[in-house]
């Protein structure tokens, strides 16, 4: 099996005797012309006006991008929206770009032109947002459930707020895109913090593939509508991260249609929970840091039985992630006593990765393949890790009984698949 890790892929042989059900990652196929796709898209938008008419009049434009962690085809997208901005009166130096950094690292110089190519990043300003600099938020006000909401001035200040994604499942927003290139994306550590406290990391719809009655999706809503979000350009993402999908205009209703498709496609079904699960963090650049590449773990435990293993393999390459992160994950305790130390406590950055780690220990073993996490974490990551990928796959499949399944997982997040629950014995 060939299985997305890092920048080279890891080709690895496994062993028979076991009943494997390889989940890849399905999609529709590629929009014969993305261009005219997006340029129709743009022109016959769902439930808006085209956005040169909604455009028009406004003195400025905010639009709002994903940072280098997500294969968003920004250099696709924003050459013709960019073009439309223009033509409906907005000058090119009255448009912002703003890398949606959320709490992550700010984009380089190289990384930003990665994101929106060599000519926008040299014509436009093109700008990280900071969510550790409250001066540079403006306060909304508060949600209904008591969210305070500080959304990157820059973005509230401009006349038109586009936001350019793409649908996929997240970890516990159900799907990526839409209201969360606003928030967390452009929002304020505040914010941030309350949005991924465990209030609402704890809910049970508070994971991939789930939007009705997940709560969270609601407040970001909300989020958005005091941000004043005015249109989105979200595309779905074929196997080889060509567009399949273009879905414009109003913010829930072109979001909700690119959800469903995106569902459709995508939903592998089991027939039954997997014995033990191997699976990827998608390769590079989701696997970039043991943060982001925790991501396959929880994606995978849809599909393992109460009491199965789970094996992470991802590169790691940047390590375990940001400062705050590698502190707690460094000198974390057992999962238990994590969940039960940080639920009456203020919430700590990124706190909210590990706390769905250790949700996932609760039903699986956890094992690992993390070659650029530093050794120092191993013993903190309440599973074993392993020094090669074989040993680790030998390690996973260990006293299984012969048939045993084995859900094969080769791009980890980037598979929607579910499997019957059972309860524990």
Not at 28 to 49: F, K, S, T
Not at 75 to 83: C, S
Not at 92 to 104: E, F, N, P
Not at 392 to 419: K, M
């Given at each position: 099996?060939?299985?997305?890790?890092?920048?080279?892929?890891?080709?690895?042989?496994?062993?028979?005797?076991?009943?494997?059900?390889?989940?890849?990652?399905?999609?529709?196929?590629?929009?014969?012309?993305?261009?005219?796709a997006l340029a129709a898209a743009m022109d016959r938008p769902i439930g808006a006006p085209p956005i040169v008419e909604l455009a028009a009049g406004r003195d400025?434009?905010?639009?709002?991008?994903?940072?280098?962690?997500?294969?968003?085809?920004?250099?696709?997208?924003?050459?013709?929206?960019?073009?439309?901005?223009?033509?409906?009166?907005?000058?090119?130096?009255?448009?912002?770009?703003?890398?949606?950094?959320?709490?992550?690292?700010?984009?380089?110089?190289?990384?930003?032109?990665?994101?929106?190519?060599?000519?926008?990043?040299?014509?436009?300003?093109?700008?990280?947002?900071?969510?550790?600099?409250?001066?540079?938020?403006?306060?909304?006000?508060?949600?209904?459930?008591?969210?305070?909401?500080?959304?990157?001035?820059?973005?509230?200040?401009?006349?038109?707020?586009?936001?350019?994604?793409?649908?996929?499942?997240?970890?516990?927003?159900?799907?990526?895109?839409?209201?969360?290139?606003?928030?967390?994306?452009?929002?304020?550590?505040?914010?941030?913090?309350?949005?991924?406290?465990?209030?609402?990391?704890?809910?049970?719809?508070?994971?991939?593939?789930?939007?009705?009655?997940?709560?969270?999706?609601?407040?970001?809503?909300?989020?958005?509508?005091?941000?004043?979000?005015?249109?989105?350009?979200?595309?779905?993402?074929?196997?080889?991260?060509?567009?399949?999908?273009?879905?414009?205009?109003?913010?829930?209703?072109?979001?909700?249609?690119?959800?469903?498709?995106?569902?459709?496609?995508?939903?592998?079904?089991?027939?039954?929970?997997?014995?033990?699960?191997?699976?990827?963090?998608?390769?590079?650049?989701?696997?970039?840091?043991?943060?982001?590449?925790?991501?396959?773990?929880?994606?995978?435990?849809?599909?393992?039985?109460?009491?199965?293993?789970?094996?992470?393999?991802?590169?790691?390459?940047?390590?375990?992630?940001?400062?705050?992160?590698?502190?707690?994950?460094?000198?974390?305790?057992?999962?238990?006593?994590?969940?039960?130390?940080?639920?009456?406590?203020?919430?700590?950055?990124d706190q909210w990765q590990l706390e769905k780690l250790a949700l996932v220990t609760r039903k699986a073993e956890m094992l690992y393949y993390v070659p650029g996490?530093?050794?120092?974490?191993?013993?903190?990551?309440?599973?074993?890790?392993?020094?090669?990928?074989?040993?680790?796959?030998?390690?996973?499949?260990?006293?299984?009984?012969?048939?045993?399944?084995?859900?094969?997982?080769?791009?980890?997040?980037?598979?929607?698949?579910?499997?019957?629950?059972?309860?524990?014995?």
């Amino acid at each position: 099996m060939d299985f997305a890790f890092g920048k080279t892929g890891l080709m690895l042989d496994l062993p028979e005797g076991f009943q494997y059900r390889v989940l890849e990652a399905r999609s529709a196929q590629p929009l014969p012309d993305p261009a005219e796709a997006l340029a129709a898209a743009m022109d016959r938008p769902i439930g808006a006006p085209p956005i040169v008419e909604l455009a028009a009049g406004r003195d400025s434009a905010a639009i709002s991008v994903c940072d280098i962690t997500r294969p968003a085809p920004n250099r696709q997208v924003l050459p013709p929206l960019l073009d439309r901005l223009e033509r409906a009166g907005i000058p090119k130096d009255r448009i912002t770009i703003l890398i949606a950094t959320g709490l992550h690292r700010p984009a380089t110089e190289t990384e930003i032109h990665q994101i929106v190519g060599d000519d926008i990043a040299a014509t436009y300003q093109v700008l990280n947002h900071n969510a550790r600099n409250l001066a540079e938020h403006r306060m909304l006000g508060t949600t209904r459930s008591g969210t305070p909401v500080f959304v990157d001035e820059r973005f509230v200040a401009a006349g038109l707020h586009i936001t350019l994604g793409f649908i996929e499942p997240h970890l516990m927003l159900g799907y990526s895109g839409g209201r969360k290139l606003i928030a967390p994306g452009l929002a304020a550590e505040p914010t941030i913090k309350v949005l991924h406290s465990p209030r609402f990391m704890r809910l049970p719809k508070a994971t991939e593939g789930s939007i009705y009655g997940n709560l969270l999706h609601e407040e970001l809503l909300e989020i958005a509508r005091m941000a004043r979000h005015d249109f989105i350009v979200d595309v779905a993402l074929a196997r080889d991260r060509r567009i399949a999908g273009v879905f414009a205009g109003h913010p829930e209703l072109a979001h909700r249609q690119g959800v469903e498709f995106v569902s459709r496609v995508l939903l592998e079904e089991m027939d039954r929970p997997a014995d033990a699960v191997l699976t990827t963090s998608a390769g590079y650049p989701l696997d970039l840091t043991f943060y982001q590449a925790i991501k396959g773990i929880t994606a995978a435990q849809h599909v393992v039985r109460p009491g199965g293993r789970i094996l992470l393999m991802a590169a790691c390459t940047e390590g375990s992630g940001a400062p705050e992160f590698s502190e707690m994950l460094k000198t974390s305790p057992a999962a238990e006593e994590f969940l039960d130390r940080i639920a009456g406590t203020p919430v700590i950055v990124d706190q909210w990765q590990l706390e769905k780690l250790a949700l996932v220990t609760r039903k699986a073993e956890m094992l690992y393949y993390v070659p650029g996490l530093p050794a120092k974490y191993y013993l903190s990551l309440w599973g074993r890790a392993f020094a090669s990928a074989p040993e680790a796959v030998e390690a996973l499949l260990e006293g299984l009984p012969a048939g045993a399944t084995v859900a094969v997982i080769p791009e980890g997040p980037y598979v929607l698949a579910r499997a019957p629950e059972l309860v524990p014995a």
